[in-house]
């Protein structure tokens, strides 16, 4: 098993929405709980901005604008003047719900999950935002997660972590919208598991942060098992390729909710990374 290294000394009570930036070179997460985006300098200096209210997910518009999904709307946000300009309301009417996962697919647009803040039954939904249109594609999901795509640009994921399952959905060639019924691609829930956030390496494998578990699973292209990485901490979170070459593996974690004291945990909340011998994919811009 590779070296698991920490990659920064704050603990996130939600750590989520990790993702590389591959023009600044840069990776970031969010505490959702906290109300802040964190990230590193080149020095390794810690780097965070805090809001207004719970953020959760981003996708990249240019090197220093972030598209930010907020509990109550997909706004702009500028890196360098801290600047947020709204681009649309996510259930802003909705006081229970908040954005949770989400991810830019291959033509730009940006898919985004949401989820009761106490998890009720079946408030979520997942969103995808596109050519200036929010258009809900899946209702009445209890934990939006694993928002991710094929390298090919055939299918989409997405899990409802509540259900203990993991989804694919075929898409338009053309315009990436959903055709068809999902299916179910993974079901976690037979071996008691519960999916949380993942992506898709280059040759279409699917990783997926298995809250509970201690781990980070790896499945092929037909959802089949092939192993799994195991983390320092129970619940994560939320994986993501970056570094070098797209070959380290990042994954966020969570410390809210442990039932044991955090001293038996003491890298709960924390975010790893290690080297793996596979290419993620690039982080697709956001086309607004």
């Not at 360098?80 to 719900?97: A, H, M, R, V, Y």
């Not at 989820?115 to 997942?126: P, R, S, V, W």
Request: charged letters at 20%.
């Amino acid at each position: 098993m590779p070296d698991v290294n920490i990659v920064d000394q704050r603990s996130c009570q939600l750590g989520e929405g990790a993702f590389w930036h591959p023009t600044r070179k840069q990776f970031f997460w969010f505490d959702i709980l906290e109300k802040k985006l964190l990230s590193q300098a080149k020095d390794h200096r810690p780097l965070e901005w805090a809001f207004d209210e719970l953020v959760s997910a981003a996708g990249w518009i240019d090197e220093r604008t972030l598209l930010i999904a907020s509990e109550t709307a997909l706004s702009q946000f500028d890196l360098e003047s801290s600047k947020k300009s709204k681009i649309c309301s996510l259930e802003g009417d909705n006081p229970i719900t908040r954005s949770n996962d989400g991810r830019a697919d291959p033509w730009g647009g940006f898919w985004i999950g949401t989820m009761g803040k106490q998890a009720e039954e079946k408030a979520g939904a997942i969103y995808r935002y596109y050519r200036g249109e929010l258009r809900q594609l899946f209702p009445s999901l209890t934990i939006t997660n694993a928002i991710c795509f094929s390298p090919d640009r055939r299918f989409a994921y997405f899990a409802d972590t509540a259900m203990g399952a993991i989804w694919r959905q075929a898409l338009n060639e053309k315009d990436g919208w959903p055709i068809d019924l999902p299916t179910m691609f993974i079901d976690c829930k037979k071996e008691g598991l519960n999916p949380d956030g993942a992506v898709i390496d280059a040759h279409g494998n699917l990783w997926n942060a298995q809250w509970g578990a201690s781990r980070v699973a790896c499945y092929n292209a037909h959802g089949k098992f092939k192993f799994a990485i195991h983390l320092p901490a129970e619940q994560i979170t939320c994986p993501a390729f970056g570094g070098q070459g797209l070959t380290t593996l990042f994954a966020t974690s969570a410390k809210h909710g442990l039932e044991q004291p955090f001293f038996t945990q003491p890298h709960a909340g924390k975010t790893f990374a290690l080297s793996v011998e596979t290419r993620g994919q690039c982080e697709h811009p956001v086309v607004l």
